[in-house]
T-cell receptor, first 116, second 118 residues
Framework: DAGVTQSPTHLIKTRGQHVTLRCSPI?????VSWYQQVLGQGPQFIFQ???????GRGNFPDRFSARQFPNYSSELNVNALLLGDSALYLC???????????????FGNGTRLTVT | AQKITQTQPGMFVQEKEAVTLDCTYD???????LFWYKQPSSGEMIFLIY??????QNATEGRYSLNFQKARKSANLVISASQLGDSAMYFC???????????????FGTGTQLKVEL
């Protein structure tokens, strides 16, 4: 079975530009979460979507937005890119909205975004 | 205060030896979950083991076990019989509000870089 897939794997953008990152969850998983991992740090929660509705939002500016589609795939959009947005963006899927061992997060390989 | 603290930025262990990676956490929730993830240089986060706050027994998954000491708010990962392929960054994470609906927001520590040597 395919795991969580993210595209693209690498991306280079210029300050002020806009970027869209894509994520396909594991088949049957209805929840998708997005995390930002800056070099040398642990991932930081950005968004969670479950059944196409936003279920949680981290401490990120409004330049960050996301959505989930009927097939449960998701997009993360970042507008007006800043140098500080350079990071590894990880997508994670789970069966349910949240819980415990029954619903661990499964992460993709990430998209490495470089803003110049 | 940091919610997840990993005090060991780097650890070395010899192949076939056991190693303990430390994690302490801070929460006022009664119901929470603790996770350990492995991140190789390729970048993906690999789920290793989970411990719920109400689980009375320490979690085990193959060579991984979680030493859960609730009163001390610690959730250390023990890797037995280390292998070269265990070399990676290891993250401790917490999900709060399991009953009230904490969703999938995990709070991660800063990680421990483990190097397994021959």
């Amino acid at each position: 079975d395919a795991g969580v897939t993210q595209s693209p794997t690498h991306l280079i953008k210029t300050r002020g530009q806009h970027v869209t990152l894509r994520c396909s969850p594991i088949s049957g998983h209805k929840s998708v979460s997005w995390y930002q991992q800056v070099l040398g740090q642990g991932p930081q929660f950005i968004f969670q979507y479950y059944e196409k509705e936003e279920r949680g939002r981290g401490n990120f500016p409004d330049r960050f937005s996301a959505r989930q589609f009927p097939n449960y795939s998701s997009e993360l959009n970042v507008n007006a890119l800043l140098l500080g947005d350079s990071a590894l963006y990880l997508c994670a899927s789970s069966l349910e909205a949240g819980g415990g061992n029954n619903s661990p997060l499964h992460f993709g390989n990430g998209t490495r975004l470089t803003v110049t | 205060a940091q919610k997840i603290t990993q005090t060991q930025p780097g650890m070395f262990v010899q192949e076939k030896e056991a190693v303990t990676l430390d994690c302490t956490y801070d929460t006022s929730d009664q119901s929470y979950g603790l996770f350990w993830y492995k991140q190789p240089s390729s970048g993906e986060m690999i789920f290793l083991i989970y411990q719920g706050s109400y689980d009375e027994q320490n979690a085990t998954e193959g060579r991984y076990s979680l030493n859960f000491q609730k009163a001390r708010k610690s959730a250390n990962l023990v890797i037995s019989a280390s292998q070269l392929g265990d070399s990676a960054m290891y993250f401790c994470a917490m999900r709060e509000g399991l009953i009230t609906g904490g969703g999938n927001k995990l709070t991660f520590g800063t990680g421990t870089q483990l190097k397994v040597e021959l």
